[in-house]
C-alpha cells in the first residue's frame, strides 16, 4: 500500500477489516457494548454498522495497543504466570438461551485479572471511570476472581485500581443486553436487507 502520510497510514490500518472477527449477528454482544448500550450509544440502526475512527481516535488506539503489547512481552519474558496477547481467554457468559456475552481480559493471572486502558480524558488516580465500568463487571463475573483497571501512563507505568463488583451493575447489564436484543430483532424483521 502506498501512502501519502502516517495519518493517512494508521487510519487505514485501524480501520481496515479484521479477518478474524466474526460479523456482528444478534445474540452475541461484546462486554464493550455494555456501556454503549447503555449510554444509547450502540443502536438497533447502527449495530450491523462498523464505525468509522478518525484519525485522533486511531492515534489513542494505536497507542493503547502499543502498550498493552509492551506489559504483554514484559510478563511474558519475566516468566509471570499470565495469560495476555495472543494468549488472552475469550469466554462466554450466558445471559440466555438466546443471548450471549464476549468477554476477553487483557491479562489474565491464577489470582486476578487485568484490563488495560490508555486513558486520554482525564479521570482521578485511583478511581476507575463510569465508561470501563460495566466491562469490567463482565470480566469479574467471568472468571469471579479480583479485577483491576489498568490505566496505562507516559513515561511507562501502569497504576492498578481494584473494581468492586456489583449486584445491581451486573442486573442492570443483563437487563439492558435483553431489551436491546428484543429492539434489535424487532429492527432485523421490519429491515431483512439492511442486517445480511
Known sequence: MKFSNHDELFTAFVNRPNPSHAPRKRGRYWATDCYKIKKGYLTPENFFTKSHIDVRGTKMILAGIMAEDMLSKIYKDMGVDCRAGENQVKQIIQ????????????????DKVIETKFPFASHTKGEIPDRYKDQLECEYRLLERPTYAGFF???FDVELV???ESERRWNN??????????ALKK??????????
Open 187 to 196: 429492527y432485523c424483521e421490519s429491515h431483512p436487507l439492511q442486517t445480511d
Open 173 to 182: 447489564i443483563q437487563k439492558n443486553i435483553i431489551a436491546f436484543d428484543s
Open 153 to 155: 501512563s507516559v513515561p
Open 162 to 164: 481494584v473494581y468492586k
Open 95 to 110: 445471559i440466555t438461551p438466546e443471548i450471549e456475552l464476549v468477554v476477553k481480559p487483557d491479562f489474565v493471572f491464577p
